[in-house]
């Protein structure tokens, strides 16, 4: 019997490694689905909510209420995957004081995720509705970290009966894009491979990237935020995505009136790390600083009754490196807001308890 042609030959020889290399990349997703699953669920029994799961409407929100007494603090996390664990540091030290509640957007840690657009205003709405749903009465005190600058203040341009005081947590200012671009810091970048590692992440590809919770967060945080980070990378993608629309959002409100406001800054040196991701100079990253307290400083001016503290030894995360600045800033706004009394004495409706 003759033989094949060689290219013939060649061909099939190609056709059949093609052939198992499609096998084999099925396997490994199988593989891979079935571990993710059996991973989401020992997840859900090893680490269940510290709080409660309220329905806003087919979906439920991860709210973690402690404490009592009014007013209640509310705090909103950064542009992040750890959500209501950003505040493990502080959370208890407030409920001590007052009702305190940390919450985890759609999506974010033990929260159901959304098909819709997440942006400013869908969180606003999602918060408000969280909180009514639960029965937490207002007045509240927002307290904002980095991108949950924007978000409190979209939540209160949009419902400004209920909030009676605010804290800045290193947040970010509506005009930061623009204004760090001016001296050489770009938008932080969002490649396009994320989106198709977040496609795929029921293949468990997303637990091949290294996730850490901030420097100084407790063993119990850092081993929660390793285990949920699968679950929460698409949500914290959205977020990233629709960062300039949230950015802008939050900048329609900036008069507070005289609602007490302490704003917290960060001004610890860029760490290496940080400069060599945006591949920043030393030099660009003390622009950034300096850039960075013009912009705060902005943000203090936004109510007549305002305090602004700079932490020349603190990071980003201003609740790990110095809990103890944060939990005096709340304390100090829950206190201005009991001294004033106005809205205590009924001259703004708190949030209506559900029937």
């Known amino acids: 019997m003759a033989r094949r042609p060689l290219h013939m030959r060649i061909l099939r020889w190609l056709r059949n490694v093609g052939l198992a290399a499609v096998a084999l990349v099925i396997l490994l997703m199988a593989v891979g689905a079935t571990y993710e699953a059996l991973a989401r669920h020992a997840v859900a029994k090893e680490f269940p909510p510290p709080g409660k799961l309220v329905d806003i409407g087919g979906r439920r929100l991860h709210l973690d209420c402690r404490g009592s007494g009014s007013p209640t603090v509310v705090f909103e996390s950064g542009l992040d995957s750890i959500g209501s664990l950003s505040w493990a540091s502080v959370h208890d030290s407030v409920a001590a004081v007052t009702r305190a509640c940390a919450y985890d957007r759609a999506g974010i840690m033990w929260s159901d995720p959304k098909r819709t657009p997440q942006s400013a205003a869908a969180i606003a709405d999602d918060l408000q509705a969280a909180l009514r749903a639960a029965g937490e009465a207002g007045p509240l005190v927002l307290v904002g ?3 949950g600058g924007p978000y409190i203040m979209t939540y209160t341009r949009k419902y400004p009966d ?4 605010l804290v800045f947590v290193d947040a970010s200012h509506p005009d930061q894009l623009q204004r760090l671009a001016a001296v050489g810091v770009p938008p932080p970048p969002l490649p396009a491979v994320l989106k198709l590692v977040s496609a795929l992440s029921w293949t468990g590809l997303v ?3 290294p996730v850490e919770a901030p420097h100084h967060a407790d063993e119990r945080v850092q081993e929660i935020v390793r285990a949920c980070a699968s679950t929460s990378f698409d949500a914290a993608l959205a977020e990233g995505y629709a960062l300039p629309q949230s950015l802008a959002a939050g900048g329609e409100l900036r008069d507070l009136g005289n609602r007490p406001l302490v704003v917290l800054t960060a001004m610890a040196p860029l760490p290496q790390a940080a400069l060599r ?4 100079s030393a030099s660009t990253g003390r622009r950034f600083r300096e850039v960075w307290k013009m912009l705060q400083d902005d943000e203090a001016s936004w109510s007549t009754r305002s ?3 700079l ?3 603190a990071g980003h995360y201003i609740q790990f490196d110095r809990p103890d600045a944060v939990i005096e ?3 100090e706004v829950v206190n201005r807001v009991r001294e004033d ?9 708190p949030l209506e308890r559900p029937q």
């Open 311 to 313: 932490f020349p030894e």
């Open 341 to 349: 009394g106005r809205m205590l004495e009924g001259a703004t409706p």
């Open 145 to 147: 970290h980095s991108l």
């Open 207 to 209: 637990r091949l990237i």
């Open 307 to 309: 305090r602004h503290e």
């Open 277 to 280: 991701a945006l591949n920043l």
């Open 329 to 331: 800033a709340v304390t």
């Open 162 to 165: 209920q909030v009676a005081g």
